[in-house]
């Protein structure tokens, strides 16, 4: 891949921060992986790494995933720029079946808490095969 090899991890639960981040460290140790609180920092970080994905709890203070979503949509728009991959997580289904169609465009994936690590990595294997094979 000749994009950045970045992933960023937004999560507003300190325990789930701390479970994601062993969960990903080895399993994506040719990545640089960036964790952080909330979604306006994984915004922030968006728009200055060109991440490759960004794995986002919907529902969080300050801004959510959704709002990341598109605020980074339109980011990439303006400035030309791909768009991430966007793994979308919620503790909840109705979250996700709420997702709208953009939200949701292959190679876009959903996972509901709670999830094994097995489950986490077979959603990056697919996003990373889908980006591979764009």
Known sequence: MKRNQHIIVAEDDRLVRT???RALAEYLSDFD?????????ALNLGKLLDPLIIV??????????????????DH???H???????????GVQ???????KDCLQWPNQTLVK????IELRRTFNAV???IEQA
């Open 19 to 21: 479970i994601y981040a």
């Open 33 to 41: 992986l960036h964790i952080v609180a909330d979604g306006q920092d």
């Open 56 to 73: 986002t709890d919907i529902n969080m203070p300050i801004l959510g995933g959704l709002d990341l979503f598109r605020q980074l949509n």
């Open 76 to 78: 990439c728009i303006a």
């Open 80 to 90: 030309d720029k791909s768009m991430p991959a966007f793994i979308f997580v919620s």
């Open 94 to 100: 109705v979250a996700i079946k709420g997702l709208d």
């Open 114 to 117: 709670p999830f094994k690590a």
């Open 128 to 130: 990373l095969k889908a």
